[in-house]
């Protein structure tokens, strides 16, 4: 051992002097270097118990980043925590993290669709009552309506997207957009929506989406989707965008803005007479042209009275949607991409978390617009209303 090596505590006490104290747990595992000069130091660097707000800065990972090369070290607040689905054959390095926090409450005066009582295993009857019907051309009561409910769902993202760092467990964003569409009168649309147990998806890394909130903290690098929805006056709004945590790698930038970008070159097609099919083929060059696959299980959707409907929209070429956008509907694009050249999903257990086969990252951006008699309304935009 040299005397040379300084104490790795991120707060030493004593200036990181040359050190002697080395961590008994790095020794056994081979690791070089972690010495301390003290036991304040040691503890500070290892202690499960502190704080875990820097998380990549705790010495702690480095153990466990030892013992299981190549995984991601899914640490959560709670030392109680665990991976429900220790069997499963996971394709990335994201996990699980559980216990889920209880299902949180909705005070009784707010309107709530017909879902929020039962729940359904599969869809709620009063979408699949729909099925087969064309898409719905809304009133100027009710396209008021959804502009409201849009507008407060933009709110609630951009208030959960403040709060984006790394420390923050998705268990927390989840109680942050519950609170925030609460305070609007609101309910979080995807709460027991076919059973789904929380108020927001928040989708990480290689996740394509549907991630459920739990006790895993973002990390450093990290890239998260939070997938907003709330019903108000009968009526419900969706959007959703992809976060960096902290500073992310130049291919996960590429990812993010080539998404952003081939949502907005899809939005900017939209006018009445204008081909469902053709959204497709206008976002998949785009995100080949960037090494980029889209997604093809998932879709854009109707949306107004109810979550989802009619009409249903791929976001890949030679897509075999029918129908013309008019005047008056309302629906959603939300591309997923992921990095790479495969666009299929794997499913975790939970039945929700869709991710990508081969652990590569996937990114999505959603819009709720509307068809207007010359063009489009983008009714969840954070700006600019209109293109």
């Known amino acids: 051992m040299s005397s040379a090596i300084l104490c790795q505590s ?8 040359p050190s002697r104290m080395e961590c008994p747990s790095c ?12 036991q304040e130091c040691f503890k500070a660097g290892c202690d499960a118990r502190l704080d ?30 665990y991976n429900p689905f220790p069997n499963f054959s996971f394709t990335g390095t994201v996990r699980p993290l559980y216990p889920l926090s209880p299902r949180r409450t909705v005070p009784d005066n707010i309107p709530r669709p017909d879902y929020a009582a039962t729940g359904t295993i599969g869809r709620p009857i009063s979408e699949i009552r729909e099925d087969g019907r064309p898409p719905r051309i809304l009133t100027s009561e009710e396209i008021e309506k959804m502009r409201t409910a849009c507008r407060l769902s933009r709110e609630v993202l951009d208030i959960a997207a403040s709060h984006v760092r790394p420390g923050i467990t998705t268990d ?3 109680e942050i957009v519950h609170n925030a569409t609460i305070e609007r009168n609101a ?4 709460m027991n929506y076919r059973n789904y147990p929380k108020s927001v998806c928040t989708s ?11 006790q895993r903290i973002l990390q450093e690098g990290d890239i998260v989707n939070i997938d907003v929805s709330l019903f108000y006056d009968g009526y419900h709004g969706d959007v959703n965008a992809t976060y960096p945590v902290g500073k992310i790698d130049e291919e996960s930038q590429k990812l993010i803005r080539t998404t952003r970008e081939s949502l907005d070159a899809a939005i900017r097609i939209c006018k009445p007479g204008a081909l469902f099919r053709d959204l ?30 009619s009409p249903n929209i791929p976001h890949y070429a030679k897509n075999k949607a029918v129908g013309t956008m008019k005047t008056g509907m309302i629906f959603t694009i939300e591309p997923m991409l992921n990095l ?24 999505q951006f959603e819009e709720t617009l509307l068809i207007t008699e010359t063009g489009v309304e983008i009714l969840t935009a954070g700006r600019s209303p209109s293109i």
Request: some cysteine.
């Open 27 to 38: 020794s056994k595992l081979g690791i070089r270097g972690s010495f301390f000069c003290g």
């Open 52 to 81: 875990l707000t820097l998380l990549q800065k705790t010495h702690k990972l480095i153990h466990e980043l030892a013992k299981n090369p190549g995984s991601s070290v899914n640490v959560g607040k709670s030392s109680d925590s």
């Open 10 to 17: 991120d707060s030493c006490i004593n200036g990181n002097p």
């Open 340 to 363: 790479g050249t495969n666009w299929s999903e794997i499913h975790w257990p939970d039945n929700w978390t869709a991710t990508t086969v081969d652990g590569k990252r996937s990114a």
């Open 172 to 174: 927390e964003i989840d």
């Open 280 to 309: 497709g083929k206008t976002i998949e060059p785009i995100a080949r042209a960037n090494g980029c696959a889209v997604v093809r299980a998932y879709t854009g959707h109707g949306i107004h009275e109810l979550f989802h409907c």
């Open 204 to 214: 990480i890394n290689e996740v394509i989406c549907h991630g459920i909130p739990d």
């Open 187 to 190: 309910y979080p649309s995807t």
